[in-house]
């Protein structure tokens, strides 16, 4: 399983891809489909503390798969860090709200996403935050219970939406990973408005990994965002070729149109430590200092760049975490919503 996933970012995901066919003629952002999504898999506490286990062990695993010694994470820090039962229960419960399994359309694509919300929205205006996932294609692609459907941000008075881009699960056409692919998310806008219940002057971004290089990106010049939040984000591209070469090799040929041609053009426009005084929302940063995946130096450069031109940044790095910041997660979420509270318009 572990060899798969690390095949599948280096090579297979190209194959896997969905073709880039066109199946809709309705306007950006209509709303094609709505299902409920499948239930959580994580039915207990003890369920929860185990599938942090394995997903540790697994990081482990696919970093010593690209030749990187990913530090261990001690088993007693992990437990201690992670949520209590009685969160972990309330959860898992997810009383009052609901997740939803969607499609919508993007360039004439139909693509994949969620929506998670209150289950009652009567009368509702309300916040929304567009969740940007990392990956490409089939890998790491946005689950519907990721965050615990995110719970926090439900529970904080917002609504929020992801897609899974094109090329990603239940999306036609090719990931781009940072082409056109940026159009996928622009689409979550109209269909936000139509939904009836969204308050558009509040619209808000949370972008991990991946999906912060993508917010940085949606971000710059004329932001549709109030504020943003990136967890791991990559920011500079250069840097991540050089430290991981699969990137440079096969992963971005087979994502990007015309690498080889147009390399440095590319690699420049994902690259947010280079033009971070253009990005055009306040922004919260995390990072963790083990993260194998991106350097923490991403977000210290673009961090360092936004204050010196005066846009409002936080920047928070956390010893001893890793890329999905397993250890500080709830102080994370908590400090993103406090955040993005600043900067609702009433």
Known sequence: MIRSLFMC?????????????SRTDAPDGTLLSSKPCPPNPVESYEHY???????????VALAAAEGIQMPAVADDLLVEMLDDRETVESQIAYE???????????????????????????GGSLPLIIANRGGNADFGPMRPWHNWGWHDFLRAGYVVLASQYRGGPGSEGLDEFGGRDLDDVRALLPLAE??????????????????????????????????????SGLGNAYRLVESRPVFDTMVFPARIPDYAEKREEALTARSASMWAD??????IIFHGSDDWRVSPSDAVTIA????????????HLYHGDTHSITLNRTDMLARTIAFFDRFRIP
């Open 9 to 21: 970012l280096a090579t297979a995901c190209a194959i896997a891809a969905s073709p880039a066919s």
């Open 49 to 59: 503390i185990d599938s942090a286990r394995a997903y540790l062990a697994e990081e």
């Open 96 to 122: 009052g709200f609901e997740c939803l399994q969607i499609t919508y359309a993007s360039d004439g694509l139909e693509i994949g996403g969620f929506l998670w919300k209150p289950a009652d929205t009567r």
């Open 194 to 231: 139509n939904l009836g219940f969204v308050d558009t002057r509040n619209i808000f971004a949370f972008g991990e990994s991946r999906g912060g290089m993508t917010t940085y990106m949606l971000a710059r010049g004329k932001s549709p965002f109030k504020a943003i939040a990136i967890r």
């Open 278 to 283: 253009e990005i055009a929302a306040p922004a």
């Open 304 to 315: 360092g760049k936004m204050m010196t031109a005066g846009i409002p940044v936080e920047l």
